[in-house]
């Protein structure tokens, strides 16, 4: 019977193409405007690594001011000191960890036809890779002896391995950075984790860096974030190392802690080694350490923000109106074929059958009405990456948004259909008839 | 329920109302209606325009419902059925011929046929066969996918015949059947009435001609609600004896 009623339904829609038309058309309005704010709303709040977001914590110690807090009303800071980074990596207590910030450097190859490029790569240690599953296309991370030996190894991006060595396998290969010669251990898969959760300071929704080196080469190097970098107070001298023992926070650290006494250990951890170093007489705030996981750093750091769920909820409502306009069309759409609807009751239909008939050709509206306006909403993401000059990580639409989108549009225009269709089945054949 | 002659009561109406009321108004379409039809009969229902016989057609044919009285048709009491129960018997035992065809205009001839089948659960080859058959008995197999646009007011109102037909009823309610056509094609739907009740079919047939009312068995005269007068019809032609119906 529902494909006798699809066949029904689409020799209806057929029969009044420019009533058709509106229908299609009010409920597309409605669901493009729903899918542009639900496709950027997805892409902002969706789960960028859902296979161990629980597992990876993103790690804040309270050394702000003892005059006030970094954040009202107690928040501590969302990254920490080069001192606490390489203290924690010391200690490596947890399974893996990382400390990594991102640095703006120059780009030079031995080729003549390569002009120098500034790029930004991310210092980092080896356990970046594993801890946030990034997949590599070639070779692979650099070792623990090459962190500890601060040497010069990098790891490219896919796309800068296609631009300098038109995608071949480069490792071996010599780049040079800030006038220093790298050797190539890995290359990338193409990668871009959206939200870019292991650094919500530079760029949220942004490509990931261009090349990873070796977190300590900072000192050697004298290489400066180009991230987010705030102090409390200024350091003790101006010298590069006087930055790097002050209480400047420029640096993110995250802890991968699989199991819940894995986290409390590791809180405990935390605790006990900010007791040590207010001996030592930093730390003058209380006890504040933190551990997020991803999801939870994620609305920690409001990366959906206020407007864009309002805005989510400002499309639903123009749905509605466009809903609430083809209630009206498709009771016009069914009154005009009351004979029919007369008819069908004489020779036996019942109420059900004619309402089950009338909701499949709700639904074909709905479909048809969802496909365009999945139509008219991706043209609305284009409009929104232009109008905002954003990155497309959060201006796309994935399968999902369309799927949802094409749900949104049955459920909703099915919701339109009951009202029409209750009230033209329960009339009296008879009535339908005398209009005959 | 048998008369004393033992034949079976199709159709049996026992002081039936209807009233339809407005804020205002109040209008009696059915007072204390009172009519037998007997199984096999042919009888033509007369009446002036607003006599209420398409009313008297829409309760009989359980299209409407009515205010107070019994209903029994086909030996099953319909009086206080539900809409449900209704749709079910329209669809199993009942047949509707319109003055208007009431063909959909989308839907070819084999389509139009289908349409009371479809609520049936026959089985596709079922209903193929039924829709063929009573092409065939309308004289129009041919025209299976023709659409109704492409068909003669005649042509019409044979599918029309051929869609009450396929469902095989015990009764056929026929409205003005000839009301939108010309003589000759008016002749031939009313052979195929003939022959249709011929067969066994119950045919209870409202309509205003006194000439069509002549080929019945027997006509029933309503004005003001009311069955006026039953007359018999003396010869007609090799048909069954009248029934016999009271007012």
């Given at each position: 019977m529902f494909l006798y009623n699809l066949r029904l339904a689409l020799l209806s829609l057929k029969r009044d193409p420019v009533l058709t038309l509106l229908m299609v058309g009010a409920v597309a309005v409605g669901i493009g405007m729903s899918t542009t704010t639900l496709a950027v709303y997805h892409s902002m709040s969706g789960n960028p690594i859902p296979q161990k977001s629980g597992q990876l914590f993103a790690v804040q110690l309270d050394n702000w001011s003892p005059s006030q807090p970094y954040n009202d009303p107690d928040d501590p800071p969302t990254q920490v000191t080069y001192r606490d980074a390489q203290n924690l990596m010391h200690a490596g207590k947890a399974k893996h960890q990382n400390a990594s910030f991102t640095s703006a450097m120059v780009l030079q190859t031995d080729k003549p036809d390569v002009k120098p490029d500034l790029i930004v790569a991310r210092a980092t240690f080896d356990d970046f890779f594993p801890m946030f599953d990034v997949p590599f296309e070639y070779g692979g991370p650099w070792n623990k002896d090459a962190d500890q030996n601060a040497e010069q190894v990098v790891v490219l991006d896919h796309e800068y391995n296609q631009k300098l060595f038109g995608g071949a396998n480069s490792v071996g290969k010599e780049i040079i950075l800030n006038n220093r010669r790298f050797r190539v251990v890995g290359v990338l898969k193409p990668w871009a984790p959206s939200p870019k959760y292991y650094d919500l300071e530079n760029d949220q929704f942004g490509d990931p860096e261009d090349m990873f080196i070796p977190f300590n080469l900072v000192s050697g190097m004298q290489l400066h974030s180009n991230g987010n970098n705030s102090c409390w107070g200024p350091p003790a001298d101006n010298s590069f190392q006087g930055y790097l023992n002050s209480e400047c926070v420029w640096i993110q650290f995250w802890a991968e802690l699989p199991t819940k006494a894995e986290q409390d250990d590791y809180h405990q951890f935390l605790d006990n080694y900010v007791q040590d170093q207010k001996k030592l007489g930093?730390?003058?705030?209380?006890?504040n350490n933190r551990l997020n996981d991803v999801t939870d750093w994620l609305a920690y750091n409001h990366v959906v923000s206020k407007d864009s769920e309002a805005l989510v909820g400002l499309s639903f409502m123009f749905l509605a109106v466009c809903m609430l306009n083809t209630i009206g069309l498709i009771l016009a759409k069914f009154l005009r074929r009351s004979g029919e609807i007369g008819l069908r009751r004489a020779v036996g239909a019942s109420k059900a059958a004619l309402f089950r008939q009338y909701l499949v050709e709700t639904g074909v509206i709905g479909i048809s009405g969802g496909l365009l306006g999945i139509l008219l909403g991706w043209a609305g993401l284009i409009g929104v990456r232009h109008l905002i000059?954003?990155?497309?990580h959060y201006t796309h639409l994935d399968w999902t948004m369309v799927g949802v989108s094409l749900l949104l549009a049955l459920l909703s225009s099915m919701l339109a259909g009951i009202y029409p269709a209750w009230r033209v089945v329960r009339i009296p054949p008879a009535i339908y008839l005398k209009v005959q | 329920m048998n008369d004393s002659n033992g034949s079976k009561n199709m159709l049996s109406m026992q002081n039936i109302s209807k009233i339809y009321r407005t804020d205002v108004v109040q209008t009696h379409a059915l007072r204390e209606f009172s009519l037998e039809v007997k199984e096999g009969e042919f009888v033509a229902v007369m009446g002036p325009s607003g006599s209420g016989k398409t009313t008297f057609l829409n309760i009989a044919g359980l299209l409407e419902s009515f205010d107070t009285g019994i209903y029994m048709l086909d030996g099953e009491d319909v009086s206080h059925l539900s809409d449900d129960g209704r749709s079910r018997i329209r669809n199993e035992r009942i047949g509707f011929i319109f003055q208007s065809f009431n063909l959909i205009p989308d839907l070819n001839v084999f389509d139009n046929v289908d349409v009371p089948l479809?609520?049936?659960?026959?089985?596709s080859a079922d209903r193929a066969k039924r829709i063929q058959d009573a092409l065939e008995t309308v004289g129009l197999a041919s025209r299976m996918k023709h659409l109704p646009s492409q068909l003669s007011g005649g042509q019409q109102q044979r599918v029309a015949i051929a869609r009450a037909l396929a469902g095989e009823p015990r009764i056929l309610f026929a409205d003005e059947?000839?009301?939108?056509?010309d003589s000759l094609m008016a002749r031939q739907v009313l052979d195929m009435l003939e022959s249709i009740n011929a067969s066994g079919t119950t045919i209870v047939m409202v309509t205003h001609d006194p000439e069509l009312a002549r080929r019945a068995h027997r006509s029933v005269h309503v004005l003001d609600g009311q069955v006026m007068d039953l007359k018999a019809?003396?010869?007609?032609?090799?048909?069954r004896d009248n029934g016999k119906a009271q007012a």
């Open positions: 930093r730390f003058p705030r209380p006890l000059n954003s990155s497309d | 479809r609520y049936r659960g026959l089985k059947p000839t009301g939108n056509l019809v003396p010869d007609t032609g090799g048909k």
